[in-house]
C-alpha cells in the first residue's frame, strides 16, 4: 500500500484509558461506538481499536501509559479504510479473563445429534477458545469415498495473500488440497446437510469443503483462520460472506504418528481419528474474534494425514 494512503490515527491518553477500561470491563462494541465516532473515527475505524484492545489489554496499555509519559502518542497506525481482526500479542498472552461467545458456539447440553447414518457424538466441548471433538461425523466407508472422490485433483495448498488478496503458495502450509463445492455430489450433498446439522451453521454460510493431504513432514504451522483485517489482501475476502465465524476440521484417515490439530494458547492437541472432527468457533455476534483459537496442522511424522475442512461465515457466501 502507498504511504500516502496510510493514515496515523492518533488516540488522546484520556480517550484511551477510557476505552481500555470499557472493553476490559466487557463493554460490547455497541457501547463504545458512539463515543469514538464522536471523536471522528469512522466505524471501520473504530473496530480495528476495538479489536486491538480486546486482543491484548495489557499491550494497549502499555502504549498510551508510554504516550502519557511524554513518548510518541500514536497508538495505532493502521491503512485507511481498513477493519482489523485482533493481533496476537508477541508473547502469546491472551486475554483469557474476558468471556466470549461465538455465534456457532455448541451448546453445554449437546449429547448425540441424530443424523442419516447415526448419532454423531460430542466427545468433548472446551468454552474458550471454543473447542468441540465430534466424533462419528462420516462413516470409514464415507471418508474413503471422499477421498477417493478428491484425491486425483489435489495441488499444493496456499494461504490466504494478504496484501493482493487471493491465494499463494507458502512454507507455512505445506499440504495438498482439492477444492469440492457444495453439493458437488451426493455424498459430499450428504456431508453438507450433516455439517449444518452438529453445527447449526446453515450451508449456505459454508465455503468449499477444502480435502487436504499430508505427506511426512508437511504441516500446517500456528494460524487464525479468521481474516486480519487490518491486511489489505485479507480484509478484500470479506465482500464475500463476511468474517469467518468456525471450522470443521474432518479425519479421513489414522495416522500413524503425528499430524494433531493443536491450539497452543490452551495447550489442546486433538489426534487425528477417522470419522471424528474437531469444530471451533472464534467469532462473535459484534465480529469480534477470538486470538484463543490460534492453531496448527502438526507435522506428520509417519504415515499420511487426509483432512476436509470446512471453514464458515457470518453470512452466505457464494
Ligand atoms: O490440519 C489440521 O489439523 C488443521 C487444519 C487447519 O487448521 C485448517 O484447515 O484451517
Ligand atoms: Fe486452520
Not at 63 to 82: D, E, K, N, T, Y
Not at 138 to 151: F, I, K, M, P, S
Not at 195 to 209: K, S
Request: net charge neutral.
Amino acid at each position: 500500500m502507498a504511504e500516502g494512503k496510510a493514515m496515523a490515527m492518533q488516540l488522546s491518553v484520556q480517550v484511551a484509558s477510557w476505552l481500555h477500561a470499557q472493553v476490559t470491563g466487557g463493554a460490547p462494541l455497541d457501547q463504545v461506538l458512539p463515543a469514538l465516532l464522536r471523536q471522528g473515527f469512522d466505524e471501520l475505524q473504530v473496530r480495528r481499536i476495538y479489536n486491538a484492545v480486546l486482543s491484548d489489554p495489557d499491550g494497549f496499555k502499555a502504549g498510551f501509559s508510554r504516550a502519557a509519559a511524554g513518548q510518541p502518542a500514536v497508538a495505532h497506525r493502521l491503512p485507511q479504510g481498513q477493519v482489523t481482526a485482533p493481533v496476537a500479542p508477541a508473547d502469546g498472552t491472551v486475554p483469557a479473563q474476558l468471556p466470549f461467545h461465538p455465534v456457532a458456539m455448541i451448546p453445554a447440553d449437546a449429547r448425540t445429534i441424530a443424523c442419516d447414518h447415526g448419532g454423531v457424538h460430542v466427545a468433548f466441548r472446551l468454552q474458550r477458545p471454543h473447542v468441540v471433538l465430534f466424533e462419528n461425523v462420516l462413516t470409514g466407508e464415507e471418508c474413503d469415498a471422499l477421498v477417493a472422490e478428491a484425491g486425483p485433483r489435489l495441488q499444493r495448498a496456499g494461504v490466504v495473500d494478504s496484501e493482493r488478496g487471493g491465494s499463494r503458495i507458502d512454507e507455512r502450509r505445506t499440504s495438498e488440497l482439492a477444492v469440492v463445492r457444495r453439493g458437488a455430489s451426493p455424498l459430499v450433498a450428504r456431508l453438507d446437510a450433516r455439517i449444518a446439522a452438529i453445527t447449526g451453521v446453515p450451508l449456505a454460510q459454508g465455503e468449499p469443503l477444502q480435502v487436504m493431504r499430508y505427506g511426512v513432514g508437511a504441516e500446517y504451522q500456528p494460524h487464525y483462520d479468521y481474516f486480519d483485517l487490518g491486511r489489505p489482501g485479507q480484509a478484500a475476502h470479506l465482500r464475500n460472506g463476511g468474517q469467518r465465524i468456525a471450522s470443521l476440521v474432518i479425519y479421513l484417515n489414522d495416522v500413524e504418528a503425528g499430524g494433531e490439530t493443536t491450539f497452543p494458547r490452551c495447550a489442546l492437541s486433538v489426534g487425528p481419528r477417522k470419522g471424528s472432527a474437531v469444530f471451533f468457533a472464534y467469532t462473535d455476534a459484534q465480529s469480534r474474534t477470538d486470538p484463543m483459537s490460534f492453531h496448527a496442522g502438526a507435522p506428520v511424522t509417519r504415515g499420511e494425514k487426509w483432512i476436509a475442512t470446512r471453514w464458515m461465515r457470518e453470512r452466505e457466501f457464494t
